[in-house]
Structure formats: structure tokens, C-alpha cells
T-cell receptor, first 112, second 107 residues
Framework: ETGVTQTPRHLVMGMTNKKSLKCEQH?????MYWYKQSAKKPLELMFV???????ENNSVPSRFSPECPNSSHLFLHLHTLQPEDSALYLC???????????FGPGTRLTVL | AQRVTQPEKLLSVFKGAPVELKCNYS??????LFWYVQYSRQRLQLLLR??SRESIKGFTADLNKGETSFHLKKPFAQEEDSAMYYC?????????FGKGTRLHILP
């Protein structure tokens, strides 16, 4: 598969659960991003990784924990989330930071 | 501070009428500006960037440094233009998105 892929596409979890979102890019890019998209705040940048190093963390609560094991993969580990964390989580990649963003389809997260 | 402002949350335009989606920015250096679009049930994707100076799907955008604006324009709206549009700015190794404008094309 080409471009940016995200799994799972939908996730429902309880507040005490631990889950992970996965993103994979097949574009040979050097930077990867996590965004949160919700009705209240349409597009919020959460984390930025450049060459597998975290370079930006926009005051995101610690219940969200990113991981970038290599330049093609990005994870977002979730634990003890709140209902207000329900949103669409988008992954993106770019050749350099910052540059044109290539977005994945997103994971629709619902926290019960 | 870097900022991108899209003053309209929703813009309704009749089919065939001209479209202008406003974007104003605040940035002290030389920014790079983008427009991204998200059609219903599709992923967010790049529409155009100012350095390319190209027209995509009939849309154009000119960077006006004096007015710090990068408005998106199309002379004749089409129904398939209905979507969410985001203006974005990159500079100093950061990228910032505006809050988006939902464009609704009326038949």
C-alpha cells in the first residue's frame, strides 16, 4: 500500500484501557506528525518527529505517549483517556520539517 | 507569534458564483503558505502551495505580503468544491493550520 496508512480506522475504548494507534508511511519521508481533529478544534498538532527524534510536543497530556521506532513508523500509545479525547487522530508525514504534509485517513477514537 | 486566521467558519456560495476563502497570517519572516482540502469521507490533502504558483481544480491563491493574506479564489464554484478548507503556514521549522472554513456550494 502506498502513502500514509493508519490502523485501526475505528477504536472504541474505556477510560481504563490501554491501546495504541499505528501509522506507517511508504513515501521515504523524514518527518512524521500526530494531529487531533475534533469539532471544537478542527486541527491541533500534537507531536512532531524528525529523523525519529521528537522535536515538538504541543502541551499534550501525558496520557498520550508517542513512539517513533524508525522513520517509517509512528505510534500513539493511549492510557486512561477521558471522554473529551474522543476525536479523529490523523497521522501525517513530510519529506522535511516543515514541508507539504501527506495525511493518513485517520483513526476515529471514541472513549466511553 | 505565528498565527493563521480563517475568519469564516462556514461559507455558502451558489453554484457558478465566485468563491473567496479568506486567510490572514501573522509571521515575521518569509513564510510558506498552503491550502489543504478535506472532501467528505476523504483524507486531508494538499490543494496548492504559494511557491508552486499553479491553479488546481480552478483554484488560485496569491500571497499578499503587504496585507499578510493568502486568500483562495475560484471564479465559478462547482458542487464538487463543497469541502473543508484549511490554510496553513510553515516557517521556523513549524507548521500552523488555521481553524478551517467549510465551503458549501448551493445548487
Amino acid at each position: 500500500e502506498t502513502g500514509v496508512t493508519q490502523t485501526p480506522r475505528h477504536l472504541v475504548m474505556g477510560m481504563t484501557n490501554k491501546k495504541s494507534l499505528k501509522c506507517e508511511q511508504h513515501l521515504g519521508h523524514n518527518a512524521m506528525y500526530w494531529y487531533k481533529q475534533s469539532a471544537k478544534k478542527p486541527l491541533e498538532l500534537m507531536f512532531v518527529y524528525s529523523l525519529e527524534e521528537r522535536v515538538e510536543n504541543n502541551s499534550v497530556p501525558s496520557r498520550f505517549s508517542p513512539e517513533c521506532p524508525n522513520s517509517s513508523h509512528l505510534f500513539l500509545h493511549l492510557h486512561t483517556l477521558q471522554p473529551e479525547d474522543s476525536a479523529l487522530y490523523l497521522c501525517a508525514s513530510s519529506q522535511y520539517r516543515p514541508d507539504t504534509q501527506y495525511f493518513g485517513p485517520g483513526t476515529r477514537l471514541t472513549v466511553l | 507569534a505565528q498565527r493563521v486566521t480563517q475568519p469564516e467558519k462556514l461559507l455558502s456560495v451558489f453554484k457558478g458564483a465566485p468563491v473567496e476563502l479568506k486567510c490572514n497570517y501573522s509571521y515575521s519572516g518569509s513564510p510558506e503558505l498552503f491550502w489543504y482540502v478535506q472532501y467528505s469521507r476523504q483524507r486531508l490533502q494538499l490543494l496548492l502551495r504559494h511557491i508552486s504558483r499553479e491553479s488546481i481544480k480552478g483554484f488560485t491563491a496569491d500571497l499578499n505580503k503587504g496585507e499578510t493574506s493568502f486568500h483562495l479564489k475560484k471564479p465559478f464554484a462547482q458542487e464538487e468544491d463543497s469541502a473543508m478548507y484549511y490554510c496553513a503556514l510553515s516557517g521556523d521549522d513549524k507548521i500552523i493550520f488555521g481553524k478551517g472554513t467549510r465551503l458549501h456550494i448551493l445548487p
